[in-house]
């Protein structure tokens, strides 16, 4: 990671620290480190860094996506009413894509699930 630049090595500081986070986010804290950081040098290191399988992206849906540390394969449970978003780890998912993977002939290059619903907290609140 030495040969990282100074902005790339600020973005993926930023994008550790914090499970899921958004471009404005991300903006704000390095532009507190790097105040003549511009956007497009942000969005360009995080492509970098995705390509360089460092941190993921989540497209939560056609306009909103956030990143993430690279972690391996998982994904993601999001609450529709608190936005809370929950990584979730099941070899079960992976078998099952797997299956479907050669029941239908189909090479699968990646996985983005994204499953929606209540959280437990949210629920109960609904339920009082």
Known sequence: MSNYSRQNNTILKI???HP????KEISDKAK???????LATI???LDKLESHQK???IHIN???VLYEKNKGPHHHFICTKCNTISDLYDPQIN???SCLSGQHDFTINHINMNIFGTCKKCSQTLSN
Not at 20 to 23: G, S
Not at 32 to 38: A, E, L, V, W, Y
């Open 15 to 17: 994008v550790e620290a």
């Open 20 to 23: 899921h986070i958004n471009i």
């Open 32 to 38: 507190f480190k790097i105040p003549t950081i511009s």
């Open 62 to 64: 056609r306009e909103f």
């Open 43 to 45: 969005y360009r290191n």
């Open 55 to 57: 941190i993921q992206r």
């Open 95 to 97: 078998v099952c894509t």
